[in-house]
């Protein structure tokens, strides 16, 4: 079995606040190292449950657990990429995604963007403000 990558108590990250199809805001923060080892997401929404959000919760612990064992974020963003469920629309916020079927669809994108080398279409550049 791979060893657990423990990671420092205090630590940078990168936070983007991306709106899904005008009804849904998913905060996806990354733990800020190449490649990244930890992963939040929160949802918002007027129609989010408790469940909802202690679901994704629960997806963003178990892809950092992945990471951290070593899993590749190739891997774990393409686990997450084509899933369609609603909400599912035009994504505003992110500089790499505009488009998803789903909010597990964003995460994968997000993840993928992450581990794109410069140049790449997916590679996060800053938004312009």
Avoid at 103 to 112: E, F, K, N, R, T
Wanted: positive net charge; proline residues 10%.
């Amino acid at each position: 079995m791979t060893t657990r990558q423990i990671l420092p108590a205090r630590r940078p990250s990168i936070t983007h606040k991306v709106k899904v199809g005008q009804c849904r805001t998913l905060y996806l923060s990354t733990h800020d190292a190449h490649p990244p080892l930890e992963l939040f997401v929160r949802v918002k929404g007027a129609d989010c449950t408790a469940e909802t959000i202690a679901l994704y919760d629960i997806l963003a612990r178990l892809a950092s657990v992945a990471l951290q064992y070593g899993a590749p974020v190739q891997t774990v963003g393409s686990l997450l990429r084509g899933v369609q469920v609603a909400p599912a629309g035009i994504v505003t916020g992110h500089p790499t995604i505009h488009f998803c079927s789903s909010l597990p669809d964003a995460i994968g994108q997000h993840l993928l963007s992450l581990d794109a080398p410069p140049g790449d279409p997916l590679y996060p550049t800053p938004s312009k403000a």
